[in-house]
């Protein structure tokens, strides 16, 4: 089992930034990956960002060039670093693990709220 905390979500104005922390309770070491989704009110769960146990790491377009994920702390905490952040990414932000069979396993969710 994969246990996931997650903090660092708040109210920001566009152009702003916040960064999200996941502390795992496994390595992402004996992981496939990690990464981070995000929900907005009546709209399905997408990909932000992810990243695996070599480091390679992949990005939404939507967010590439705003977004960085990566890891510290010996692979057991992941960050979202968010800059110039627009309305449209406002959500409820989750931290996912993905176990080596396919497994999901996701955090409670912090809300995101970017103010025009």
């Known amino acids: 089992q994969v246990q996931l905390v997650e903090s660092g979500g708040g109210l920001v104005q566009a152009g702003g930034s916040l960064r999200l922390s996941c502390v795992a309770s496994?390595?992402?070491?004996?992981?496939?990956?990690m990464g981070w989704y995000r929900q907005a009110p009546g709209k399905q769960r997408e990909l932000v960002a992810r990243?695996?146990?070599?480091?390679?790491?992949d990005y939404a377009d939507s967010v590439k060039e705003r977004f960085t994920i990566s890891t510290y702390n010996a692979e057991n905490t992941v960050y979202l670093q968010m800059n110039s952040l627009k309305p449209e990414d406002t959500a409820v932000y989750y931290c996912?693990?993905?176990?080596?069979?396919?497994?999901?396993?996701w955090g409670q969710g912090t809300q995101v709220t970017v103010s025009s």
């Open positions: 996912a693990a993905e176990s080596p069979f396919g497994q999901r396993y």
């Open positions: 496994r390595s992402i070491f004996s992981l496939r990956a």
């Open positions: 990243i695996t146990g070599a480091g390679s790491t």
